[in-house]
Each structure stands twice: as C-alpha cells, then as structure tokens.
C-alpha cells in the first residue's frame, strides 16, 4: 500500500464539512504536510483550496507538473511559480476564506492580503483545523505507521546480533549505523535525530551522540525511528553492557512498571492528563518523581511531534484511531537514565503495539 | 572545526549593527536556524534576544539546559517552557522591538502582543536580516561547507569504484545506498531527498527515485549532499552507463560548456542576472533554451537553499564568501536529461571549487 492510493478525497471531504460547518465557503491549505495528508503531494510546494460548494483547486509550480498529475490526479491543477497568491486569487470572488494562522507568517498574510485587494473576500484563521482532522489516523496510515516500526524494530534486532553494541564503540558510530540500517531496510529516512546516550550521558533526556564510548556496566539509551511514507515511527529502549547493577535493575523495573501503567490507561475517552497520571503516579509513589522531567508522550504520524500530547498540561481525550507514545522515563544526573517508549494506536478494545521490541531489560 | 568553535559572538555584533542602523533597540530571534547561527545552539526549541545596548539573552525549555550551557556559554540564558514569550517579556521595557516577520506566524505575531499588552514597546518586522548575514560565509562556515562536499564526492567514488551504479539496480536502492554511504562518511543527514533519475526520468528535473532499473545506454543523474555541522553540499553529476550515443555526448557536451561559463561568471560584483545569463546563453546558442527550465543556483549553507538566488528574477550581486551552487540543465522530456552543479565559494580571485568529482562524461 502506497501513499498514492489513501483516500485523499475523505480527507477533504472531512475538511469541507468542518468548513462549512465554520461558515466558511473555503479554505486555503499552505501546510506542506497537511497538503500532503489531503492530497498525497510530496514535493517541496504546494498548496490546495479546498471549497465548501465547489471543486477543489491543488497548486504547486512547473517543476511538480508531472509528480502532481501522478499524485493528485483527482484534484484540478494550477501551476504557477507563486503558487499560493495564485490559488487566494482564484478564491478572490468567495465571502469568508479560512486559511492556517499557525503556518502562514506575518509577511505572508500581508501577500494574501494584496492579492485579495479590492475584493469582498474575508480571511479568517483556521489554526489547526487539519492537523485535529489528522490526529485520528485511518487504515492506511496506520498501516504505514507499523511498517515504519516494523523497520525500526528490525534495525535494531539487527545490530543488537551482529555485535554492534559493544563496549569501546561511540555513541556516534552506533547512531550512525542505525541511521544507515534502517535506510537499507527502506526507511525514506531517520524520524528524527536518532538518540545515542550511554553513561552518564543516558541521564541527558535529548542527549545528541558525542564520541562517548560505550563501556562495561553502562545504560545505553537508544531513541529512535524511520519515516516510511512520510509516516514516523518512534520508539526508545535501554540496555545494560555485560552486567547490570542492583540499581540498574531497580530503575528499569520502576520505569518498565510505569511503562505499563500508561500503556493500560490507553482507551478511548480517556483524559490526556489522566493517562500522563496513571504512568507518572508510579514513579512519584517511587520517590523518583523529580527525576520523570517531561510529559508522558505525543502523538504520531506525517510528524514526529503531533496531536495528542499526553501530559500533565494536555487537554482532551483519546479518540480510537490516534496514534500515540507513551515514554516514561528516570533520570539520575550524573549516573545514568532509562526510558521506554513504545509506539502505539488507540483502539475500542487493547491498544495495538506498533513497536515489538521486547521491553525486558536486555543485558548484553 | 566543530560548530561550536565558530565566532558566534561577532556574528550577534553584525546583526546588532544592523539593527542599530534600523533605529531598533532589540530583535527577536525566532528562526531557529538564525538562533543556530548566532549561538550554535542546535536544539529544537531556541530563541534569541539581542539587544543594541545591552547584553543578549538566549532562551530555551529545560530539556536544553545542559546543552545550552555547552553549546552557548557566552550568552545569558533564561529557561522557560514558553520560550518565546518569556524572552518576549524580558524585552518589554524597549521601545522598538524587531521581530522576524518572514518566521513568525499570524498566531505568534498575535502572543507576542499579548505578552507586549500595557507595554510601550512597538514590535516592528526585520524579515530576513539574518538571512542577509548569513548569505557571506566566513572561514568556519566554508570550512564546513568543504567537509560536507568531500563527503559526498568520497561517497560517489566509492560506489562507482564498487560497481554499485550498474544495470539492473533501481534508483531507489542506489539512493539508499549513496545515502547510507553519505551517512558513514560522517554526515549527520543528506542535504535533501537524494536525487537518482535514469533514462527517460532524468528529463523530469525534479524526479524521485523510484523501481526503474538502471540500463545500459541511459543517462544516470544523481543529485545529492551531504549534511556535515548543518552545512549543506549540492551536487549534480550525470553518468551514462555501457555507452554513450552521440545524442548523449551532445547534450553532455553543452550542458558542460554551460556550466563553465556559468563558474567563469562567478565575480565579485557581477549581478546575479548576468551570471545565469552567462551559462544560460550558451544552451539557448544551442537552440535548447527552452530545455534549460529553471534558475541556474542558489546560495547555500544552513540551509540547502538560501540567498543569494542566481537567475533571471533574481536581483543583487555576489560578494565575496557567497556559497552558490552552478546547475545548468537540458532536459529532452521523453529521452532524458542532463545537469552538471557544484558548490563554490565566491573569492576576489578565482571562485574555490568544493564539489571535486570529474565533471568529464563518465561512461560507467
């Protein structure tokens, strides 16, 4: 299953009727990803009006002629070198026109604004309202999704069996050859800066690889993903090198018991805030609260970082079809630190765990 | 070199200059690759206030506070989980306050007043005064840009020295490959989605790898760079594969002359028109002029496209320490296509070559 055949029409279709329902009689999509989410665009511009009473119009420029016609087939195609000026003024006769205040820049809005110049046309800001379309995911992007895991998991199992996490070996050249297995497994690229952190370094929460050796004794934190289909995987697992100590093992139980607890509050309706507890109460009751320093997880899918957030600052429930991670983690300064984080979707019965690596301290 | 050895400090002396010159009292950084220019701060959340009579004062979440440290000792720093605006905040007692208005969105523009609400202070748009700083590199920027280019060059020699471009293979696994290659040479990332496009698909300049096969008597046209410290290298080179039909020689022939004339342009002063012109005239002599569908390079950097634009809509003229790419094109839609491009450095003597690999016909 391509990207090419998701159902880009009931998407839109889901955004007109958001639209209408807003009074609006179009909107004019400039997010890249959301055109892509509406449309299965992937080149670098692109933009797409989608009217509450009439047909839709997808713009880009002469260099995505071909790509879009492969792409968009069933979306009119307007190619122009300023491509979104060209879709407001297609736009220019409509009464109210939304388009995404949290992606068009100060200096872009005033462009918008000269083109509709002496027309009767209203803008109005729509914020986020394909990326709430986009928090539920379909089929299709779960399926990408879970291949996306599926590679990732792979990667891992791979160099865990050839010997690559050994001791003497630095958390560069481990992150680099992660990076390169998962794109031979055919991931289109990393989901992110891929998380290497052994030592002291594993207490870093965002530790960036450093020439740091892996040593005897030590966690090693690895937090990482692949894009496949432009869909993020995102996952995190903490070993131990040669033998693990009492305290190892005492942190990793807490955190793998907290793991599950956030795992298990997974159900459709549930309160963000309520989830981000049910983790984090274990570790607090742990005395190690302190220690657990960001929120419990986020959503995922064309964006690494998306709808939902699941922490003690979020809002909303969960609805089923959100695709979501859950990553407790303790960190001690200056010794050593464990996350967990599987990928996982929210559905009517069990949530459905995209991530398969065991979560069993792995001492290697 | 590593990033963080660069001379942050002088480049914040520049801007606050700048922005002296402009009757500002501070400017908000919002970009984050202006933010990582000006500190070598390479998180995901930054932000910086640079004052003209005072002292500058960087802004992160906690999640970055070990980092910051490390990567910006030399600028006060103020960790907040609202970044933005609690440096918003600190800036309120300024009279004229710049902001970056080509960054910040119609819903930043509307916290940042709020925050700014029963202050005097007047928030007034700077657009792209980083961007213009950055479009001059000094010696660690070029120093960078040479290692990202050596990456790639050194990635392309070996998988031509292994026999990796030949017949049979797709585009898609010798993008991956030439990625993962790119990646264990020390890239921290391809500069963008790899270009590999053969036969008919290397008229389409744009294309995406995907399941065609390499065959015998196609062109073979890679577009690819390597990421190294954030700075980006581009390069082109088309290869024919098995032998090359004197069509091929032809186009080969003239895209090569065109491309030379257009690094021959490369001064000092010369107006970017002039320089796309230079290259450009040769293809159209040729009678090809309509094959040859885009702008002839860009500044890169930071980032892989950036100012100074080199074409024929463009304005403004080179100065010394611009990064530029050179990319003449023919594409014959149907049959195939041509691109040769380097990165250079524009010097007040010759310009500095960094893309090293034989721009001569290769018959692999």
Do not use: C, Y
């Given at each position: 299953m391509t990207a090419a055949r998701m159902d880009h029409a009931g998407r839109r279709d889901r955004l007109r009727a958001a639209a209408g329902e807003q009074g609006l009689?179009?909107?004019?999509?400039?997010?890249?990803?959301n055109v892509r989410y509406l449309t299965g665009f992937t080149g670098s511009n692109g933009a797409l009006l989608v009217r509450t009473g009439g047909a839709d119009l997808f713009g880009t420029d002469g260099r995505y002629t071909t790509q879009a016609g492969t792409q968009v087939p069933d979306v009119e195609l307007l190619v122009d070198r300023g491509t979104v000026g060209a879709l407001?003024?297609?736009?220019?006769?409509?009464?109210?026109l939304g388009f995404e205040s949290h992606d068009v820049t100060v200096d872009g809005l005033r462009a918008l604004e000269r083109v509709l110049e002496g027309s009767a046309t209203e803008l109005v800001g729509v914020r986020r309202a394909v990326e709430g379309l986009r928090a539920v995911k379909d089929d299709d992007e779960v399926d990408a999704l879970r291949r996306a895991c599926t590679v990732a998991d792979q990667a891992l199992a791979e160099l865990a069996a050839e010997g690559a996490l050994r001791p003497g070996r630095t958390e560069l050249a481990v992150g680099r050859e992660l990076d390169a297995r998962m794109l031979s497994l055919g991931a289109e690229s990393p989901s992110?800066?891929?998380?290497v952190a052994t030592g002291a370094n594993s207490a870093i929460p965002h530790h960036r690889p450093d020439t740091t050796e892996l040593r005897d004794g030590d966690f090693l934190k690895l937090d990482f993903g692949a894009t496949v289909d432009g869909y993020h995987s995102d996952m995190t697992r903490t070993l131990v090198l040669g033998h693990a100590a009492d305290w190892q093992r005492e942190v990793y139980a807490l955190v793998q018991a907290s793991q599950a607890a956030g795992r298990d509050a997974l159900a459709v309706g549930a309160e963000v805030t309520a989830i981000d507890a049910a983790s984090r109460d274990v570790i607090v009751a742990a005395g190690h609260g302190e220690h657990f320093t960001h929120g419990l997880g986020h959503g995922v899918g064309l964006e690494i970082h998306?709808?939902?957030?699941?922490?003690?600052?979020?809002a909303g429930r969960l609805a089923a079809g959100m695709a979501v991670t859950v990553e407790p983690g303790v960190y001690l300064p200056g010794h050593g630190g464990v996350r967990i984080e599987d990928t996982l979707v929210v559905t009517t019965d069990e949530p459905e765990l995209l991530t398969l690596t065991s979560k069993e301290l792995l001492v290697l």
């Open positions: 009689d179009a909107v004019l999509v400039t997010n890249l990803l407001t003024a297609a736009a220019a006769g409509v009464g109210r992110f800066e891929t998380i998306e709808a939902p957030g699941i922490s003690a600052l979020g």
